[in-house]
């Protein structure tokens, strides 16, 4: 886990007149004439004093300038388990997490570990990087240690809507348990899917047959060389089967591309469940499709949670995922699809 940081603070005395080279908060650079106090300001870190000492190890004294207490950063960053270094080209001091003590994200039984905590899989759990490695498990390809390409930012997956917080209100958070679906509209669409999951709305058996819903838009259509799983469009539920166990209900079903599935959709559905199955707490949940116009293809899919008992600590989500998939372009008023050329 990160370090934690602690505040400081120092008095001082006027000391003499120093002349140095100072960048001004507002990032203007030259020399001025300052008055610098000492005082054998001290530093400690969890009750115990830190020896201020530079690269070479010899003692820096702190100082403050107009009330200002400055710290030499490469003694405190070292105190505090950083790797401290500069870049001369930027003038900046660059400060490092060791890269064994760096944040990951996990889930209880996945076999890897992610930089990003909404990544694939449902990751959500934080832990230092020689922990997760310690466990034996494996980078993610996705999201560890390589740069987003231009073909992965075309298909993102999801983005996050205001800031990642829910717009759930205070009788949301207050109306106990419930679950409820829209009424079709009058082109059959399915309308807004919310729920307060909890461990009672969770199935306990196997999911079942959803052949027989055909939701707008529907077409059965493979592309064998460009999808994992063949199919472009899977019964995508509103609120997945594992977090409330509904099944062939068509209020809760919409024409989805295996990309919306299983990337866009099914780590948040991951993540809930997770959550639930391991607190027994309740999850506010809510899944808006977002069909325009006459469209009979839902855009994409808003989907918000928020777990109730700790206030949003173990799961607080608002994301939109998008209903693409790479290398096909989708008609979304009539739901026919071609190659990309």
């Keep these: 886990m990160k370090k934690q940081r602690r505040s400081y603070a120092a008095g001082f005395l ?21 008055e610098v106090d000492y005082n054998n300001i001290k530093v400690s870190l969890d009750g ?19 009330g200002t207490t400055y710290l030499p950063i490469r003694a405190v960053g070292s105190a505090l388990g950083l790797e401290v270094g500069w870049d001369a080209a930027t003038s900046t001091a660059v400060l490092t997490t060791p890269e064994e003590e760096r944040e ?21 759990w934080p832990v230092p990087l020689s922990s997760a490695q310690g466990l034996g498990l494996e980078p ?29 209100t205070q009788a949301d958070r207050e109306g106990g348990v419930f679950e409820t679906y829209s009424e079709l509209d009058s082109l059959g669409r399915c309308g807004v899917a919310f729920a307060n999951i909890c461990p ?34 899977n019964r995508c539920h509103l609120i997945g089967y594992q977090l409330a166990g509904e099944n062939a209900n068509e209020k809760n079903l919409i024409t989805g591309t295996r990309f919306l599935n299983m990337e866009g959709m099914l780590p948040f559905e991951n993540l809930v469940a997770d959550y639930v199955k391991e607190t027994g707490n309740h999850v506010l949940y809510r899944v808006t499709p977002d069909f ?6 839902a855009r994409g899919v808003q989907m918000e949670a928020y777990s109730i008992e700790d206030e ?23 739901g026919e699809s071609r190659r990309v050329a």
């Design 140 to 168: 993610c390809g996705k999201c560890v240690g390589s740069t987003t390409s231009s073909s992965q930012e075309e298909y993102q997956a999801y983005t996050v809507v205001n800031d990642n917080i829910p717009f759930f």
């Design 48 to 66: 115990a004093q830190v020896a201020l000492v530079d690269a070479n190890g010899s003692p820096v004294e702190p100082f403050a300038i107009n």
């Design 104 to 124: 990951v994200y996990i889930t209880r039984t996945g076999s890897k570990y992610h930089e990003d905590p909404a990544c694939g899989g449902g990751s959500y």
């Design 292 to 297: 325009q116009g006459e469209e009979l293809v």
């Design 200 to 233: 009672e709305l969770m199935p306990t058996e196997d999911r079942g047959e959803i052949g027989s819903v055909q939701p707008t838009g529907w077409h059965t259509v493979r592309y064998d060389d460009l999808i994992d799983g063949m199919y472009l469009y």
């Design 14 to 34: 006027t000391a003499p007149l120093l002349t140095g080279l100072i960048g001004t908060a507002g990032a203007a650079v030259g020399r001025r004439t300052v």
């Design 312 to 334: 949003g600590e173990g799961v607080c989500f608002n994301i939109y995922a998008y209903n693409i998939q790479p290398g096909i372009e989708i008609d979304y008023l009539t």
